[in-house]
């Protein structure tokens, strides 16, 4: 049996997975849980193998997965946003009857775990654009944080790139910029694009229009609905803001991975705002590259609706640990 988890600053999603004959990868149990409940990794485990001890028999588990939001070096990680220090020996340590744990980055199990997906886990944001099977793809994750991550030549590479400089194109930007250096001396990308950052684009469109308070709650899910339902200008400008600030940054990953085959757009925000990604400028600022232009209007960009990616990817990467190759698929829950 394999022991999976996607450890998120926001959720924490675990779940048990058996290989069956047809190198299906069967999941036997998943469960989700607010990472700030707990105060450790070892905690989050072990409320979940109590919570499924009654059902399975958890001494069965062999090899666990857990993806990571945040970099993994020499099975290592410090989760940032939780404030985390996970070790895979001490891990192993504590839960002595597993014989083999792993860390990985959560977007590197993300790439992976586009392999188990179905059709309708996807959508297509360039219907016009027929899909090229090639080894070259990357993924762009929008949630509590922001993740990147590349697939070249068929392997995948995890990366922190929503932590470089955020790169401003108008004289708005110039202005957000400002804005948050203000605040934070180092604005990222992911300062940005994240359940934070809408907040933050609140804020700073109602600084530009010398609002005081906003009359609701500076929430990501609040701002992107009433910025969906079109009745709150402050909450629209910022979507407008957002979206467009998106769509630049996954052409600037497409072009630095050359990722012909596609760029996913992964993550809990963009299918949440797909309406919004839809409309034509979050395209227009994808392909506006200047001489360069012309290569973006090639690469397809699709929309990941399957919250479980990660957590698929981990149970197909301890399985693959296991000794199992060839194909796998996942059978439903």
Not at 139 to 163: D, R
Request: hydrophobic share 40%; charged share 25%.
């Amino acid at each position: 049996m394999i022991l999976a988890a996607d450890i998120g600053g926001t959720k924490l999603l675990f779940g048990l997975f058996e290989v069956r004959e047809g190198s299906k990868l069967a999941p036997k149990y998943i469960r989700r849980y607010q990472s700030r409940q707990f105060m450790s990794l070892y905690e989050a485990t072990e409320t979940f193998l109590s919570d499924v001890r009654e059902e399975t028999d958890v001494s069965d588990i062999q090899t666990a997965c857990f993806s990571m939001a945040g970099p993994v070096v020499e099975n290592r990680c410090f989760l940032v946003n939780l404030g985390w220090h996970v070790n895979a020996d001490d891990m192993k340590e504590r839960l002595p009857h597993i014989k083999d744990i792993i860390l990985y980055n959560d977007l590197e199990a993300t790439a992976v775990g586009l392999k188990g997906l179905k059709s309708d886990d996807l959508v297509e944001l360039t219907p016009e654009i027929s899909s090229k099977e090639t080894d070259s793809k990357a993924i762009l994750a929008a949630g509590t944080g922001l993740g990147e991550a590349l697939i070249l030549g068929g392997k995948v590479f995890p990366s922190e790139g929503g932590h470089c400089e955020f790169g401003p194109r108008t004289l708005e930007e110039i202005r957000l910029w400002h804005f948050l250096h203000e605040h934070y001396g180092h604005v990222s990308y992911e300062h940005i694009l994240s359940g934070a950052g809408l907040c933050r684009l609140a804020l700073f469109v109602m600084n530009e229009k010398g609002i005081k308070k906003p009359g609701f709650d500076l929430l990501p899910e609040e701002i992107s609905r009433r910025g969906l339902d079109g009745d709150c200008e402050i909450c629209r400008s910022a979507l407008d803001i957002y979206t467009g600030i998106m769509g630049a940054e996954a052409g600037n990953l497409a072009l630095k991975s050359m990722a012909l085959g596609g760029i996913y757009l992964g993550g809990g925000i963009p299918p949440e705002i797909i309406s919004r990604l839809r409309k034509e400028d979050f395209i227009r600022s994808f392909r506006a590259k200047g001489r360069l232009s012309s290569l973006l209007e090639k690469i397809p960009v699709t929309v990941i609706l399957n919250n479980n990616t990660a957590l698929y990817g981990s149970a197909i990467i301890a399985a693959e640990k296991e000794g199992h190759t060839g194909n796998l698929s996942l059978e439903e829950l």
